[in-house]
């Protein structure tokens, strides 16, 4: 069904209603919609099953009543515990997800967020879980969770996911996202969302024709992407070339011993004080030994601002099926 600029799908006979009444009976939905279907569920079946009186027309009415948009009580069943799976998760992400950057001079900050109403937190704790279990996690907190009101009236406080550390989204959440289909536009913004990691990746971002491919790349992603965007049209197949050059071309980095030389602006990437890291079980014994956060953070693929908070909050990482506690000597 075609509305102006949207189209409308519509499923309306009592066969196919009954036969997505028995599809989502087996395979239950996660969020707080469960809800609306079981009230959808039980309104089909005092209309098809029962003598159509007055008193249950008046039952369906009030369930239709309490439905969708009207609906104020949202406890879940008892019975009901979400199930995330990658391919429940990946459809999930290509209607609520977003793969965005956040532009600072030339920072270029990488952010994948997922954002859902305040009533489904716990199928957001759900989601959370899952990607801090990934494997390559080692049971760490990857994942940010805020709730913030929307601006506007009648909105309800909304949970959101944020993941933003480089070393996850490099050695987890490309590959993760990597191996699923997608069958929405959402996998161009992701694939656009990859090139620009592996730009940065590379330096790029410290050079002008770096810079001005990068803010091509995102000047065209999510709302931007769509027909009826207002931005100047963008040669495509042009910025793939560009992209093309800037990948297959020398790295703007230099490693120098255990330095990162920015080749561009002939400076250090970053300066690193020398420190010894131990990894000790819960009785105190050392069982590895480290030689700069940096080395302790590439060991467990992560961030080195996790790192850090790991040394001052003495909380324990999985390290070969055991809880082992990060200490700098």
Known sequence: MLMGDKCTFVVSSHKEIQMIIDLLTIYPLNSTKLLNFLDLKKAFELYTNNTKTEDIFKEIISLKNGMNSKRTEFKMPDFHIPLITSNWLLGFVEGEGSFSVRRGSSKFELLFSISQSVKDEILMDAIKQFFENLPGTHGLDIVKKSIYNPKGVNHQPVIQLVISQTDYIKNVLIQFFSSLEWHSKKELDFNDWVIIFNLKERGHHYQEEGLRVLNTIVNQMNNSRLSTSKNISIDRDQLLKDIAILLNGPS??????????????????????????????????????????????????????????????????????????????
Do not use: P
Not at 306 to 324: A, C, P, Q, T
């Open 252 to 329: 703007n980095y230099e490693i120098i011993g255990d330095r990162k030389i920015i080749k561009s602006l002939n400076k250090l990437a970053g300066v690193g004080k020398q420190v010894i890291i131990q990894l000790e079980d819960e009785n105190g014994n050392v069982i590895k030994t480290l030689y700069s956060i940096l080395d302790c953070a590439k060991f467990f693929k992560v961030s080195r601002t996790l790192i850090y908070s790991r040394l001052s909050d003495n909380k324990s990482v999985i390290f070969e099926g055991k809880h082992v506690f990060i200490t700098k000597k």
